[in-house]
Every structure is written in structure tokens, then in C-alpha cells.
């Protein structure tokens, strides 16, 4: 694929994480870019906002006149989206999301590719800083907003080697049914986790663990990868890496020369502190600032590998205990009333509850009222309606709003929200879950029943009618 600087590129979906970071690539390479987006909300519409990128909403066959140059096309694009049906009558050269990606960009440096259900964006924001500590000027696309960079994305320095993206699992486009990161020509693998997600792409767990599979097969010889040693759905597929320079992370097993256990030393309101065992070395100690386990185990994976990378210990120290996070992820609102207000992207039950269980450790003298909404194409299906009743208890107080949008599923196969408040309230003495139509609803309730001192933490990985402006408004 070959397009001269200057040429017109046009991205059908430019809102997603994914797709408003290629723009901004794409834009710093000399490209014109503009796109368009059904439903255009923050924090990725602000970001193309501030870049001067041009969104056209709705979706209509005359947003590709005058013609672009070429497309690319986003996994939220229907064969029968006025724009794709425009695209293909039209001929105009056109390319999914991470295609376009490894061939424009890709392959000429050496992928660092973090995958796995869970922890991918702030896995990917933690590793593309500490290379940036490290003076290494990595080029980076993240399903988020870093806070330690302020856009989702970077090219890399011509002299810097590594490249650093986000390794989602979900297909490409809809003439492309293949996982994303296919297309990202990894080297080195950073695998969080491995369980069942996405159920309106994958029928089962042997279907996803089967799209990790061709990940590890990718993996070069001379590449690495570094997995979650607890998780038995990554050990079973390892036999299909494509390395045989593969390491382990984890609180439990002993360290040897193929594994980094961790340890928390200290939690406290303001960081967590903990440190690495690794061959016969101990690297940290290191303090983080974004609370629970799992962080802890995100910043081992990113520590081991930066380590096997030649990145000095100290300037790893100093990169973890610098890194700020990730907008929408644990992100602290305000406290408006003296109500702490935090904001979270989780959705998948695991999440939820690592989610409120690390908050709450890190603020257990708090009233925790939590705040979800059942947004993502999982968790509006029954796949995981019992494994949500057991994702809450954390919290001290439960609002729940119904599923957005389940017009197109099966009546048979929606969550149902009704159900998840009777089986919450069934595991207290008293009820704790209440379900909610509106947003309205919630903030009013929410507005009356807190007080100063309490801790609030709201759920979505969609704009959830912007419930955080309202909140915050009301509480104020």
C-alpha cells in the first residue's frame, strides 16, 4: 500500500479508540484526514477535535463526495451502511483499521503488542511511558487517553525501534472477519489474560482462546512472551507460541529465571508500593498510584519486560511512580459535596470486580456506591447474568441501569437487569441494588441518598447519557 503525503484518507467510524489514534497518526504522517461517526462523544471527539480532524455525523452515502483518496473502514460499519454501500459503488481503494495500520506503519519497527481480555490500555500506556523514560521515543496506539501523553497515539522517532499498541481480540471489519491483531506484526507479547468475551463474535471460550492462538503463532523466534502465570486459558495455548523465549509474572509461584513474582509491601490513600523477584535480582521497589492487584500485575508484566528490553531498574522506578493513568479508567472526577466521584470503563464481571475491590482497598473506610451501566455487546447478553451477581459486592449500594439498546438481540438471550437486583438483594439483608430506565433517575436518587465522605464510582465503557456531567452537576 503506497499513498503519497497529502493524500485524502477517510475513516468510516473515526470515533473509536482505535480508529481516532490512527487518524492522529495518520494526520502527523502529512495525510489529510477526516471521517464520520454515528454518536461522536468525548473523550475520543474532543481529541480529533483539537487535531483539527473534521467529523461528518450521521453516517450518508454524500459524506464521501468530493471522493477521498482512500478509506478506512471501522468493525462498526455494516456491509449495508449507506457509506460502505457508497464505498464499493464508488471503487475507492479501502482497508480495515489494523491492515492499514501494519502495512502504513507497522512494519518497520518492532511491535510491542499488549493483549488479553483485560488491561490492555493501561498496560499499553504504562509500557509506551516507561520507554519514554527511557529515552527509547516509542511510537504508541492506545484505546484510551494517556495521561502522561494527552493523545492516544504517537509516531515513533525515526531512530527509535519499538512500537507499541493495544492487541484487541475483536474482528476488523466486516470484509475482514479476522482478530486486530493479526495485522500488528508482533515481537513482543505482553497476554493480561485470557476469557470469554465478545459473544456477538465468538460462540465460546475455545472459539477466543483459538484467536489468541494465532497471536503467539505470530510471535518471531526471536521475540518474547509474558503471560499471567494464574491464568490456565494462556497455559493451555502455549504450546502454539511461535518463541520459545516465553516468562511468567504472578503473586504466587517462586521466581526463577522464566518468572517475576510481585509483592505488595504497602497500600496506602496515595500509591501502592511492591517489588519484584526475578532470577536471583530484586527490581523496585516501585510505588503505583493506581490501586488494586491487578495494576500490580500490569506493572510486573510491563517491569519484566522493559527489563529484558535494557531498561535500567531506576529509570523503571521512576516511570511507574510518574505514571498517571488512563482517562476513564479509575479517572477521579472530582468531589463535588465531598463525594469522591471516580470513573471506570469496566464491563466484563472480572472487571467490575477488580475494579471495586482495588478502590475499595484503597479506600476502605468509604461508603462505596457503584453505578453501571450494561453497555458493551457482552455484558447485554444473558452469557454472563450470574457471574454480575457476585461482581458488585464490594460496594455498599448498587444502581443499575437498563441494558442499552437490545433491540437487535434476541429476547431469549438479553440481560436482564430486573434479574441481577433480585439476585443482589438476595445476597444482603436488606436490598442494596436498585434498577433504573433513566439517568435522571439515577443521579436523583444518588443526589439524595450520599453524603460527604462517601465514595462513588460510576461504570460504562459507552458516553452512558452523560451521567458524569450530571452527576457532577447535581452533587455540586
Known amino acids: 500500500m503506497e499513498l503519497k503525503p497529502g493524500s485524502h484518507i477517510y475513516l468510516m467510524g473515526i470515533c473509536g479508540t482505535a480508529m481516532a489514534s490512527l487518524a492522529g497518526i495518520l494526520k502527523d504522517k502529512g495525510f489529510q484526514v477526516s471521517g464520520s461517526d454515528s454518536n461522536p462523544y468525548p473523550p475520543m471527539s474532543t481529541q480529533l477535535e483539537s487535531l483539527g480532524i473534521k467529523i461528518k455525523t450521521p453516517y450518508q452515502a454524500q459524506n464521501l463526495n468530493p471522493k477521498p483518496d482512500f478509506v478506512v473502514?471501522?468493525?462498526?460499519?455494516?456491509?449495508?451502511?449507506?457509506?460502505?454501500?457508497?464505498?464499493?459503488?464508488?471503487?475507492?481503494?479501502?482497508?480495515?483499521?489494523?491492515?492499514?495500520?501494519?502495512?502504513?506503519?507497522l512494519k518497520n519497527h518492532d511491535t510491542i503488542c499488549i493483549s488479553g481480555t483485560h488491561g490492555k490500555t493501561t498496560t499499553t500506556s504504562m509500557m509506551s511511558w516507561v520507554l519514554e523514560s527511557a529515552n527509547k521515543k516509542p511510537g504508541f496506539l492506545i484505546g484510551g487517553i494517556p495521561k502522561n501523553f494527552n493523545h492516544s497515539f504517537r509516531n515513533p522517532e525515526k531512530e527509535s525501534p519499538y512500537f507499541v499498541i493495544e492487541g484487541d481480540e475483536y474482528d476488523t471489519a466486516f470484509f475482514d472477519k479476522v482478530p486486530k491483531f493479526v495485522h500488528y506484526r508482533p515481537k513482543h507479547v505482553i497476554l493480561t489474560s485470557i476469557e470469554f468475551d465478545h459473544a456477538d463474535i465468538y460462540k465460546d471460550l475455545d472459539d477466543v482462546k483459538a484467536a489468541f492462538r494465532k497471536l503467539l503463532k505470530l510471535i518471531p523466534h526471536d521475540g518474547t512472551l509474558i503471560y499471567h502465570e494464574k491464568e490456565k486459558n494462556i497455559k493451555d495455548i502455549l504450546g502454539d507460541s511461535g518463541t520459545n523465549r516465553i516468562y511468567s509474572y504472578g503473586f504466587e509461584t517462586v521466581a526463577n529465571e522464566h518468572h517475576a513474582r510481585c509483592e505488595v509491601l504497602k497500600v496506602t490513600e496515595k500509591e501502592t508500593e511492591f517489588k519484584v523477584y526475578f532470577k536471583d535480582q530484586v527490581l523496585g521497589p516501585y510505588q503505583l498510584h493506581q490501586p488494586g492487584d491487578y495494576n500490580v500485575l500490569n506493572a510486573t508484566a510491563v517491569a519484566l519486560q522493559a527489563h529484558l528490553l535494557g531498561v535500567p531498574s531506576t529509570i523503571i522506578q521512576i516511570a511507574l511512580n510518574g505514571f498517571q493513568g488512563v482517562k476513564r479508567r479509575q479517572e477521579i472526577l472530582g468531589e463535588p459535596g465531598g463525594r469522591l466521584v471516580i470513573e471506570d470503563f469496566a464491563h466484563h464481571p472480572t472487571a467490575v470486580v477488580e475494579t471495586l475491590k482495588g478502590i475499595k482497598k484503597k479506600y476502605p473506610t468509604k461508603k462505596m456506591i457503584a453505578i453501571f451501566e450494561p453497555r458493551s455487546a457482552t455484558s447485554r447478553r444473558k452469557v454472563f447474568q450470574k457471574d454480575y451477581a457476585a461482581a458488585f459486592q464490594s460496594a455498599e449500594k448498587v444502581h443499575l441501569m437498563q441494558a442499552f439498546d437490545t433491540s437487535?438481540?434476541?429476547?431469549?438471550?438479553?440481560?436482564?437487569?430486573?434479574?441481577?437486583?433480585?439476585?443482589?438483594?438476595?445476597?444482603?439483608?436488606?436490598?442494596?441494588?436498585?434498577?433504573?430506565?433513566?439517568?435522571?433517575?439515577?443521579?436523583?436518587?444518588v443526589h439524595q441518598e450520599s453524603k460527604a465522605g462517601d465514595l462513588i464510582v460510576i461504570m460504562s465503557n459507552g458516553g452512558f447519557d452523560g451521567i458524569y456531567e450530571k452527576l457532577m452537576t447535581a452533587l455540586k
Do not use: C
Open 73 to 105: 473502514v471501522g468493525n462498526v460499519i455494516s456491509a449495508g451502511n449507506p457509506e460502505a454501500v457508497e464505498l464499493m459503488k464508488l471503487g475507492i481503494p479501502y482497508s480495515s483499521l489494523p491492515k492499514a495500520l501494519g502495512e502504513l506503519i
Open 408 to 445: 437487535k438481540i434476541a429476547e431469549n438471550d438479553r440481560f436482564s437487569v430486573d434479574e441481577l437486583i433480585e439476585d443482589l438483594n438476595k445476597t444482603k439483608s436488606q436490598p442494596w441494588a436498585v434498577a433504573h430506565s433513566s439517568v435522571e433517575s439515577i443521579v436523583k436518587q
